[in-house]
């Protein structure tokens, strides 16, 4: 049976863009890494896909599969090839050094950089250059069911993508509705904002047309290093993480197959459930049998920590490509 995109909650509608970009985003030569809820302080996305130059990305696997946040991108960045004083390598930051200090002392826990104390002076070094790994950043807001009072909103808020242009491009996702004319493109969105009409196919996967083509926006010099701190949280995190958000350990937890996207659903609502009610706080909560965990049956740790490593290796294997 297909599945009607207009229905279903605005978190499963997320994860089968992310998992439609994942496989599908159209570059040339780059590899698509998606994310999914994460942004700047003053904005947040749905899905952000960050095009990567793929020998870029498997240098930027040295550096670990955590993200690197701005204070150790700094560092990491200005870490010289040969050993010196912390304050001659890192450029002045325009605050205390001492928080320069504590950066260095995190990277060096993290084996991201080399430290060492020559009397009193700290010394670094790097482990390799970082890369330049980054080509393109696009935003994308969800919107499965797009009625007026939803597309005020966004227009509001894709206009403030426009204006800003903390991205390369600017899309709105929704789902196809088989119209002759899709009805996204009667709203009132900026122009140099996408419009993607996303459907799944008798397979089972989603699939995207481009009903309208985003804009070249173009990041100001200014923001290219709040991109970069953007597309460090992507790799880190990627669109999996929502198990550290829901509640695999519960028992009515599942995860099934949506063509090739797994997307989280509830036995005891025998529904797909949203992010928010997927909680402690959700009335039809059970912890898995403690026997579920033990003796390896029905797998080793109960079926919550292998959902957690599934999604862990998948988004490992995405990140090296």
Not at 87 to 98: I, Q
Not at 128 to 155: F, I, T
Not at 263 to 278: D, G, I, L, M, N
Request: glycine share 8%; proline share 7%; charged share 35%.
């Amino acid at each position: 049976m297909t599945l009607d995109l207009r229905s279903v909650p605005e978190f499963v509608f997320e994860l089968l863009v992310c998992r439609w970009a994942e496989r599908s985003w159209p570059v040339d030569d780059a590899v698509a890494v998606v994310g999914r809820q994460v942004g700047t302080a003053e904005r947040r996305w749905d899905t952000v896909i960050v095009e990567a130059d793929p020998e870029g990305l498997a240098a930027r696997a040295r550096f670990g599969a955590d993200e690197l946040d701005a204070d150790l991108l700094r560092v990491v960045r200005h870490a010289p090839a040969e050993w010196a004083w912390y304050r001659d390598a890192v450029p002045d930051p325009g605050f205390p050094w001492r928080y320069v200090r504590e950066a260095i002392d995190r990277a060096a826990a993290r084996g991201v950089v080399e430290r060492r104390k020559r009397g009193n002076r700290v010394e670094i070094r790097r482990i390799a250059p970082y890369p330049n790994w980054v080509e393109r950043v696009v935003a994308v807001e969800n919107k499965p069911d797009l009625d007026r009072s939803a597309a005020r909103r966004l227009g509001d808020q894709l206009g403030h993508d426009v204006e800003r242009a903390l991205a390369d491009e600017a899309w709105l996702a929704t789902a196809a509705t088989g119209e002759r004319v899709e009805p996204a493109l009667l709203r009132d969105l900026p122009v140099e904002a996408g419009v993607l009409a996303v459907s799944v196919g008798g397979d089972g996967r989603a699939s995207a047309e481009a009903e309208w083509h985003a804009g070249a926006l173009g990041p100001a010099p200014a923001d290219r290093e709040r991109r970069l701190v953007l597309a460090e949280r992507v790799y880190g995190r990627g669109f999996r993480d929502h198990v550290e958000t829901t509640r695999p350990d519960c028992r009515h937890y599942e995860l099934r197959a949506r063509g090739d996207a797994l997307v989280p659903y509830c036995a005891a609502k025998e529904r797909h459930q949203t992010q928010a009610e997927c909680s402690g706080s959700c009335e039809a909560f059970e912890p898995e049998p403690p026997a579920w965990r033990t003796r390896g049956w029905p797998v080793e740790g109960g079926p919550g920590v292998a959902y957690r490593r599934l999604l862990a290796r998948r988004r490992d294997r995405a990140r090296r490509r």
